[in-house]
């Protein structure tokens, strides 16, 4: 892959803002709570990002809200009821959570448009109602008292400390977030500019076609989806360890529709566009506030007018030209 | 709340340790969505907000606790699972009277006075609800109650209750309780549970509407006993009538739920005036609320603000709000007994 | 057992008319209206002004839930989604649209109506009683009555009609019916118009026996989603069968598995999908709606 000098400079600029320009604003303004909004926007994003690759193969995924519950609750019962480090069950979490999209994925993967999206805007329900008739989820009552994440070391050296022992765990979980969230874009990247890339977008196209062409269209469509919960899984694994609890409903439907709404905002013909929709999203409808009872009214509408006037997306109207806000 | 504070500030402010203060309310609206709730309270913790009201669920006032203990919040949530409140948490203080404390005592009453024997629970399947029907299942059972049906759920968005509550009337229960239903199912279950022609007698815990059950069901809410807020008319002081009737011009209208609220206000700010130096030092006022005490201006009568929660927490984290069970009749709310927590 | 199958057909009659306009839209426009179940919800609260705070007669309020939807749906059609459909290159911008309406209804609705539930007196007392093995409310007999024969007249006019011909001809193909000279925009708009004013009509008439509020938008919407999904997308008798397949599957489930807590949506949920692997087009849906 070649990049170029413009690209290069963009990510830096980008890495430098997060790492650098955000804790500085923070440290200079005091705005502490600004860590936990952009954790939020971070975790947000992540899930987002799979729903985003859901899009790339032509479906309109609204369920990542049940990927992240499940994450959630297969991180929390590691921690709590095995006592495992939480740092090895946030990949257990996304690998279970993909596990079960290939499951339930070679079912309803063979559903296209409207159905899939149908069947997806269930799977939330789904994943609350199970989680409420389960005994290992603790039914109603959810697991509470999460333990912070533990440090982790290696040959005495610490790689990461123990959260508990931190004196502002919020930058960080703000730093881990922020660390998931770029290896999650910079994967996303790499897929969509990969030999795989190219096979969904020709599966985007016309499915019949690229099937005739030899590609092994099943495969790629449980791949992908495997990929895209995931994320998903991930996203919710951080969130359970951030608020130390889960209950069942902690997403829910609502969660899953904003995670495609962020996509459709942001721009699906853009990798980074679900980080642009996640960020004005959350941040838009928390300046909303100021107008109380009108809130979703405005919300509503700036949705609406958007996708009359911009039905490609923000970054349709190229990079860095401002929000229509 | 908002209501209390803007009376407030009209008659001049609230003393405290010789500073008269203007009351400032900061709201956020978390959307029932734990996530959000996160996000108010460090939102608090940024504004340095030490006294916060909320959160309503159980999920959220779960999530917010990392945050509030870390930032030294007390936090008054109108939820019920006991960790909250019971050692080694110290920072929530329930602000009302919890479903495990107002069902015995419904129960009881219905034992000694009505005859009641045999009891059935329904519940939405949801976290709270449900978490409720277990508290109102334990405590049947501990008073010598027989439960005969203990686990029908209804999804939220039910629209017809007669399917739902077929097999739980089919028990033929002398009580069926309503575990933590909200004020819109309320109305469409006593109408479904008439029409199929139960006779015995329906309650909940939780607070319900006069106007929405008189639209909803009518006649047939007859009878059906709810736990109140403190406005009832023998209760309630001229300062709560007065505080009502504010509240009605504000908002336009009024219910008697959201006076469990303006108790919250009160409690802070009368229990700063007694230990000023709690404004910015939450220990000072956790230290205070054992031996707290000042007159209750919402009642008649000599009653008491004071904490309590030491049978159910172990510790004071309670506020002391009287428990006042009503029934209703034709449109309104008649209190049917009132009781006390400690 | 002759309650269950009584419930059934109770709720599957109501189930059937709040699939059919969905469908009805779908067929038309391939648009998935994700704002059916607000349309629903402002059809109760526009009954309940007219019937349950002004006391106009019951009849008339309903004909002013179906004007009211028939006039917002046709509105939501000539100046949202036709120019949204022709404007946008994917075809996924209409979803989003309905998404974003959906929002702005529910809005709407909170600043018109409040958010607290509503409810209005009976239409008809009396509680049908046979010897308690099947209990029926009249003036449930009565809505289910209604919904079935609302159903039946919308069948002819969709089968009679130079309306419903032209909106058949409509959702068979669009090019087609177009060369044949249908006014595609005009009939687009009426067919819109009509769906919206299903969805009214429902809520109308179910809001004498559950009572509306603001929260049951979304529920009703997902719960369309589904009856369209078992009976097959865009085809009219497949909602019907949806409806009154969900319906019967509600009433067996909560009568025989309520004693295990609820699963029975979670059997519903789990065994649609098994449904779906076997026949991804629902009942009656064309391969690929």
Known sequence: ?325 | METRAAWINETGGFEIGGTTYDIEIVSFDDQKDPKRAIAGMEKMAQEGIHYVVGPNVDDGAAAVRPVAEANDIMYFPYAFPKELYSPPASNAVLGMIANYQSGPAIYKHLMENEGVKTVAFIAANESDPLSQRDGGVAAAKELGLEVVSDSVTYQVDTTDFTPVLTPVLRTRPDLLVLSGVSPANAPQLIRSARELGFEGLISTETAQDAGVLAEGAGDLANGFISVGGASTPELASPMMNEFVERYTNMFGEYNDESNTKVYALEYILETLKATPEAIDDVDAFKASMDSFSAPNPYMNGDEQLTYVGMTSFGQKRQIAVPLVVNVYQDGAFETMFIARVD | MEQILANGVYLGSQYAMIALGLTLIFALMNVLNFAHGQMYVIGGFVTYTFYGQWGVPFVLALFMSCMTLAVIGALIEKYLFAPVIKGSSREESTMLLAAGIAFLLDALILLVFGEKQRGVPKIVDGVFNWDFRLIMPYDRILICVLAILSIVAFIALMQYTKTGRALRALAQDRTAAQLMGVNVDRYSMIGFALGAMLAGLVGGLLVTITGINLGMGGPTSIKAFMMVMIGGAGVISGAIWGGFILGFLEAFGLAYLSQYGDITYLLIFVSLMIFLAIRPQGLMGKPWG
Request: aromatic share 14%; charged share 10%.
């Open chain 1, 1 to 325: 892959m070649n990049f170029s000098a413009k690209q290069i400079l963009g990510v830096a600029v980008f890495l430098l803002v997060i790492f650098v320009g955000v804790p500085m604003f923070i440290a200079a303004t005091g705005r502490w709570d600004f860590y936990f909004t952009l954790t939020s926007v971070a975790l947000l994003a992540i899930a987002s990002a799979g729903v985003w690759l859901t899009f790339y193969i032509g479906r309109i995924n609204i369920g990542q809200g049940a990927f992240a519950l499940v994450g959630a609750y297969v991180s929390a019962i590691l921690v709590v009821k095995a006592g495992w480090s939480f740092w090895i069950s946030l990949p257990a979490a996304g690998l279970f959570a993909a596990l079960v999209a290939v499951l339930l994925g070679l079912p309803i993967l063979r559903l296209r448009g409207v159905y899939f999206a149908m069947i997806t805007l269930v799977l939330t329900q789904v994943a609350t109602l199970t989680a409420l008739a389960l005994p290992i989820t603790n039914g109603a009552k959810g697991i509470t008292n999460i333990p912070l994440p533990s440090g982790v070391s290696l040959f005495g050296l610490t790689l990461i400390p123990d959260f508990g022992q931190l004196e502002n765990t919020r930058m960080a979980f703000y730093f881990t977030a922020c660390i998931l969230m770029i290896i999650t874009y910079a994967a996303l990247y790499r897929l969509v500019n990969s030999r795989l890339g190219h096979l969904c977008r020709s599966m985007q196209q016309n499915e019949e076609l690229a099937s005739s062409i030899g590609v092994n269209i099943t495969y790629i469509r449980i791949l992908i989806f495997a990929i895209s919960s995931f994320f998903g899984g991930i996203g919710g694994a951080m969130f359970g360890s951030i608020s130390q609890s889960v209950y069942p409903a902690t997403f829910v439907v609502k969660d899953s529709v904003d995670f495609m709404l962020n996509c459709f905002l942001g721009g699906l013909g853009y990798v980074f566009g679900p980080m642009l929709g996640t960020l004005l999203i959350y941040f838009g409808w928390d300046l909303l506030f100021e107008f109380g009872k009108y809130q979703l009214l405005i919300y509503s509408t700036i949705l609406i007018v958007v996708i009359r006037f911009l039905p490609d997306g923000l970054l349709s109207i190229r990079f860095g030209k401002g929000e229509k806000k």
